[in-house]
């Protein structure tokens, strides 16, 4: 089911109070089960102003294409995207080979900005167009068994110049756990501003995940596997002391080399000041109640 | 000879010139993050220019010993300036991390207390204060032999710098490996055998 979660663009200024009292009076209409005719009564437009297509076609971390922040957007014009297929295996009722072009046209595509948080701490906000996650999984239908959901994205040493080091094991592979892929929020991005994706962002499907680090939010994905065990994934395999395979924003649990108490919105220029990091990425009223109960010290 | 030639020249440089050459790119790279030509992010990569300058101006100095000694290349007369702008660019390169990237003083004195990076990087810094104190003829006639003892903290000082880098970077990158390799090398040929080995 599209549309759960709405949001509008409006060209103010950031104040997240407000945006948080929104988003409180959708979720709690979600959550009861009350149909989107209730929710639509927002008090107040989202107050998030989207970064620019600059920024965010050409500040990215995409280490298959490099490690510098440009390196994507230089490099990554090589990836073929066309024809694309998305491989859905593990326990679902219906596993194979998803053709991009036919999920396409059986998913709905909305509009949706979200605050995108680094691990680094700088953040930006993204107008995204893309559909639920949950949408997609119904597609293959989804066993009774499977617990987590892990993502692969593509590997191809010929259009990657990136891979030729071991900066990371390739492919770059990631997870949620079941009840975050199926969460409204978790959305399958597919276009920016209303266009394709460009390939340093991801093209031409990526995952979002709004209120976790971003590199939780795997791009190019060629195969999403339903398993009953958490998935390896990149970062923690790579560190584990530094990366958990939750990673979500919580600006309390200081990453060990630097704080995440703060961050640097980007496009603010030589001068511009960090601002507070939000608990959840701001999206605490939606999500924190899939964490009751956890220490988000020890499952960070 | 190659040297010889080049001797020549580097007698007829200004030690001005050198500071006016290696000072352009920081001006330079300010004006960029003024102009929008630094990217999304200008103050990060400000920060990270000024700091990859300081180090290979690190690796510029530790190479003039050995260039003497081993090839015959003297450029001994501007150590001192290669130095001070070593200094110079780590000076900027904290002075941007702290006055445009951190800001917040209770967070720069967590992070210089329990970010190792950071540790490492801001002993460098420290260590590098007496010896910027020092470079001149006046400390240099005063100290005497201990000048050139002390004046070997930059050996600890260009290890701590690459270290530095090497820590902050995320994964398994090549480009900090390759600054603390250089380095190494460096240090390796003041090694006594290794230093015995002379040009022809």
């Given at each position: 089911m599209a549309h759960r979660w709405i949001n509008t663009l409006s060209d103010t200024d950031v104040t997240p109070e407000v945006a948080f009292l929104n988003r409180r009076q959708m979720i709690a209409g979600a959550a009861a089960g009350v149909g989107l005719s209730l929710m639509a009564q927002r008090a107040r437009a989202e107050t998030l102003e989207p970064n620019n297509w600059?920024?965010?076609?050409?500040?990215?971390?995409?280490?298959?294409?490099g490690t510098d922040k440009g390196d994507p957007a230089r490099n990554a014009r090589t990836l073929t995207t066309k024809p694309w297929s998305v491989t859905i295996d593990g326990l679902v009722d219906r596993p194979g080979d998803y053709a991009f072009d036919e999920i396409m046209a059986k998913m709905t595509i909305e509009e949706r900005l979200y605050r995108f948080r680094c691990v680094e701490a700088w953040s930006m906000v993204?107008?995204?167009?893309?559909?639920?996650?949950?949408?997609?999984?119904?597609?293959?239908?989804?066993?009774?068994?499977?617990?987590?959901?892990?993502f692969e994205t593509v590997l191809?040493?010929?259009?990657?110049?990136?891979?030729?080091?071991?900066?990371?094991?390739?492919?770059?592979?990631?997870?949620?756990?079941?009840?975050?892929?199926?969460?409204?929020?978790?959305?399958?991005?597919?276009?920016?501003?209303?266009?394709?994706?460009?390939?340093?962002?991801g093209a031409p499907l990526r995952l979002v995940v709004p209120w976790k680090y971003g590199f939780k939010s795997i791009k190019s994905v060629v195969r999403i596997?339903?398993?009953?065990?958490?998935?390896?994934?990149?970062?923690n395999?790579?560190?584990?002391g530094e990366y958990g395979f939750y990673s979500n924003v919580n600006p309390e649990v200081s990453h060990p080399r630097w704080s995440q108490a703060t961050e640097r919105q980007i496009g603010g220029g030589l001068f511009s000041s960090r601002v507070p990091t939000l608990m959840f990425n701001g999206y605490g009223n939606e999500v924190a109640g899939l964490y009751a109960g956890m220490d988000l010290k020890k499952n960070f | 000879m190659v040297q010889d030639r080049i001797n020549v020249l580097a007698?007829?440089?200004?030690?001005?010139?050198?500071?006016?050459?290696?000072?352009?790119?920081?001006?330079?790279t300010f004006y960029l993050g003024l102009t929008g030509g630094l990217g999304a992010e200008p103050i990060k990569a400000l920060e990270r220019e000024l700091g990859e300058i300081a180090l290979q101006l690190v690796i510029l100095g530790l190479c003039?010993?050995?260039?003497?000694?081993?090839?015959?290349?003297?450029?001994?007369?501007?150590?001192?300036?290669?130095?001070?702008?070593?200094?110079?660019?780590?000076?900027?390169?904290?002075?941007?991390?702290?006055?445009?990237?951190?800001?917040?003083?209770?967070?720069i004195w967590a992070d210089i207390v329990k970010r190792p990076y950071v540790t490492v990087g801001f002993s460098a810094f420290l260590l590098m204060i007496p010896l910027a104190l020092t470079s001149n003829d006046l400390s240099l006639r005063r100290l005497g032999p201990r000048w050139r003892q002390l004046h070997k903290l930059t050996y600890g000082v260009a290890v701590l710098g690459a270290v530095h880098f090497i820590w902050l970077s995320k994964g398994f990158q090549i480009e900090p490996l390759i600054y603390l390799a250089v380095i190494l090398a460096l240090l390796a040929l003041r090694w006594r055998p290794l230093a015995r080995i002379r040009s022809a």
């Open positions: 600059d920024d965010i076609t050409t500040y990215n971390n995409y280490y298959e294409f993204v107008p995204w167009n893309g559909f639920e996650l949950a949408d997609l999984l119904e597609l293959a239908g989804v066993q009774s068994g499977a617990k987590y959901v892990a191809r040493p010929d259009e990657m110049p990136g891979v030729r080091y071991p900066v990371l094991d390739w492919p770059y592979v990631e997870g949620l756990r079941l009840d975050e892929a199926l969460h409204p929020l978790t959305i399958m991005a597919t276009g920016i501003y209303g266009r394709d994706i460009p390939n340093q962002n596997t339903l398993t009953d065990k958490e998935p390896p994934t990149s970062w395999k790579a560190n584990a | 007698r007829r440089v200004p030690v001005w010139a050198v500071w006016l050459l290696a000072l352009a790119p920081a001006v330079w003039i010993t050995p260039l003497r000694r081993h090839l015959g290349v003297n450029l001994i007369r501007f150590r001192r300036a290669v130095g001070l702008l070593t200094f110079s660019y780590v000076c900027l390169h904290l002075l941007v991390w702290l006055v445009l990237d951190v800001q917040i003083l209770a967070q």
